[in-house]
């Protein structure tokens, strides 16, 4: 962690500031990620079906203030917009550590995923201002990689909390999250103004603006594009599988000790950091693409498969039985995501790419919002079989993508032999 800091010092200074901020902040995001869904079950007594709701309206608050903050980013300082959310995440993920009861988690959930989603919003405007397109792909990567590494390390820590297994550690730990959390939130105050947005221009004195349509087809009019995007946002409740439904598995339904839930955490983390680059190369070619994405299905299915097995044996098997789940999982969701990333820009309109974006973005928010329920009456209530009916929904999610794209790849492949016979 002290190399990579030392490597950020040489690169340009709105990249180190959103780097180093984003490495202590994701610390506190590790640990509230490893051990907040036990701390509702087994600290706050909350049921799975609790739970799964107070997540899912969290998701839906998070797909509204998404679109604001992106509006807000544009009208207002984006760096101001990030540092206010991001402070009111910090003292939401503080205030973790005095739920009592259901809608008090309820509110604190909503304020937090308000208050990130805004933020995020903000932060990504502040990329797409500071850096060309060249050097916004390497500072991207870069965000990715560092997000990563200080979940990982947060992962670690939770795992102290999940070792401990007492109500009390569970509040001490998320309370020093959130704090750490602002600590490094602090550290947005310092980014130069050029990452806001340039001031509107003032028209002159009794001329009428008139707003310019923006050309190319809405994203809303293409059948195609919002098949993939509800697709894709069907196969993101993948996520919540590793965020929602392992934790609850692992500690209500198998042998295996509670702090395994951390390591499975790294697991995942570790090779997402290692793979995520390799495995993404190519998926601007439509055909690999969705056949990336239909391998991601597979192994998705199988997970699922392998993490019920871990609810019939006994602890030391379940622990090897999870890590190897976990591992299948990571693969199933690098080659959904690198598939998923070629799809949504090569079936996008080029005049319209924002809202394209906007649209399979949003797709995803969808998915995150419904997963902990679909996940509820699946796995959590019907075990072995539930998890069954689970992997199946998420494979037929990534067959329907392959199909889309292998319907869609002829075009571009007949559009690349033109212009090579051209050039």
């Known amino acids: 962690m002290t190399s990579m800091l030392q490597r950020l010092r040489d690169v340009d200074p709105v990249l180190r500031i ?3 901020t984003t490495l202590v902040a994701t610390l506190g995001r590790g640990v509230f990620a490893t051990i907040t869904v036990l701390f509702l079950g087994f600290a706050v007594h909350l049921t799975p079906g609790q739970i799964a709701f107070i997540l899912g309206a969290g998701a839906v608050v998070a797909i509204g203030c998404t679109l604001a903050g992106g509006h807000l980013a544009d009208r207002v300082s984006a760096r101001r917009l990030a540092l206010v959310a991001m402070i ?36 990504s405007a502040i990329i797409g201002r500071a850096f060309g397109a060249e050097s916004r792909v390497r500072a991207r990567a870069i965000l990715r990689t560092v997000t990563n590494v200080g979940i990982a390390v947060g992962s670690g820590l939770g795992g102290i909390a999940l070792a401990l297994d007492t109500a009390t550690a569970y509040r ?32 002159e004195p009794g001329v009428r603006r ?44 198998t042998a295996a000790p509670r702090p395994v839930i951390s390591a499975l955490l790294i697991v995942n983390t570790v090779l997402v950091i290692v793979f995520m680059v390799p495995l993404s190369r190519g998926t601007h070619r439509i055909r690999t693409a969705g ?10 299915a199988a997970a699922c498969a392998i993490y019920a097995v ?51 973005g949003t797709a995803y928010a969808v998915g995150a919002a419904v997963g902990p329920a679909l996940i509820t009456l699946t796995a959590i209530q019907h075990g072995g079989a539930g998890w069954a009916a689970l992997g199946g929904i998420l494979l037929a999610a990534a067959l329907g993508i392959g199909l889309i794209a292998r319907r869609a790849a002829p075009a571009q492949e007949a559009a690349s032999e033109a212009s090579a016979r051209m050039g």
């Open 172 to 203: 001490i730990a998320l309370a020093i999250a959130g704090g750490v959390f602002l600590l490094a939130q602090l550290n947005l105050a310092r980014l130069p103004a050029r990452v806001d947005a340039p001031p509107a221009p003032t028209a």
């Open 291 to 300: 056949r990336l994405t239909v391998v991601a299905g597979l192994l998705m």
């Open 88 to 123: 009111v995440t910090s003292l939401s993920l503080t205030a973790y550590s005095l739920i009592g009861d259901f809608w008090s988690a309820l509110v604190i959930v909503a304020v937090q995923e308000a208050a990130i989603s805004v933020g995020q919003s903000a932060r």
């Open 210 to 253: 008139v707003r310019t349509p923006r050309p190319g087809r809405s994203p809303w009019r293409d059948p195609r594009y919002l098949a993939l995007s509800a697709l894709s946002g069907l196969f993101a409740v993948q996520f919540a599988v590793g965020e929602f439904g392992v934790p609850l598995w692992v500690a209500r339904d």
């Open 18 to 20: 959103l780097a180093t």
């Open 310 to 360: 871990a609810g019939a044996v006994p602890a030391l098997a379940a622990v090897v039985v999870l890590v190897a789940a976990a591992a299948v999982h990571a693969f199933a969701e690098i080659l959904s995501q690198a598939g998923g990333w070629g799809l949504s820009f090569e079936l996008a309109d080029p005049d319209r790419m924002g809202a394209y974006q906007g649209v399979f």
